[in-house]
């Protein structure tokens, strides 16, 4: 990828964190923030909602490429589903703005049906490629005895739903929860270890 492509999503993501919104971003801004000529953008993309979309997109991939790269050295089950419930915990609330944008705004209102397609299509790819690397995690399990055989793919998607609902609650409910970032990340892995064994 070019370095000014990503510059110019580096620029959206940080308008994301500071303003926490979309609407009245212009192109004009998004070139000033990327230090980039207006022109320069448009080399890249064709609208502003061709920026907004494929920066949703290089996002998504960016944190799914660290939620999955981070563990390769870990093999011990326990290590390794702990690990990676802190790292979708230590990410998640690094890009809470980002989260709370796109559950917040109207994002299908800012671009078009195409746009919105190919950020459902990427969604799907990288929700696959979770529940796969999610399952590695648990088969891991299975090997060393510390749980039971997961035999289908929906009890992944449950207990993944399980980490990333316990973390969003966290991140945007604290004040109903005492338990420091830590102890959230060994109660979750603990209600999953009692659940599949």
Do not use: P
């Not at 969604?123 to 696959?128: F, G, I």
Request: charged share 25%; with cysteine.
């Amino acid at each position: 990828m070019s370095n000014k492509k990503e510059q110019i999503f580096n620029a959206v993501i940080t308008h994301i964190k500071e303003e926490g919104f979309l609407n009245h971003l212009t192109i004009s801004e998004i070139a000033k923030k990327a230090d980039v000529g207006k022109g320069t953008v448009y080399e890249y993309f064709n609208s502003k909602d061709e920026v907004i979309a494929e920066t949703i997109i290089y996002m998504m991939e960016e944190t799914s490429h660290k939620i999955i790269s981070r563990q390769d050295k870990i093999t011990n089950f326990k290590d390794a589903l702990y690990y990676h419930i802190k790292t979708l915990m230590h990410l998640f609330i690094e890009n809470s703005s980002f989260h709370t944008m796109l559950m917040s705004q109207d994002i299908g209102g800012l671009i078009n049906e195409s746009l919105k397609q190919k950020i459902m299509k990427k969604l799907k790819e990288l929700k696959m490629k979770y529940r796969e690397y999610l399952g590695h995690i648990l088969q891991q399990g299975v090997k060393e005895g510390s749980i039971q055989e997961v035999n289908d793919a929906f009890t992944v998607v449950c207990i993944g739903n399980l980490i990333v609902t316990s973390i969003m609650h966290y991140i945007h409910n604290c004040d109903d929860i005492t338990l420091d970032k830590d102890e959230l990340v060994d109660k979750v892995l603990q209600i999953i270890l009692k659940i599949l064994t």
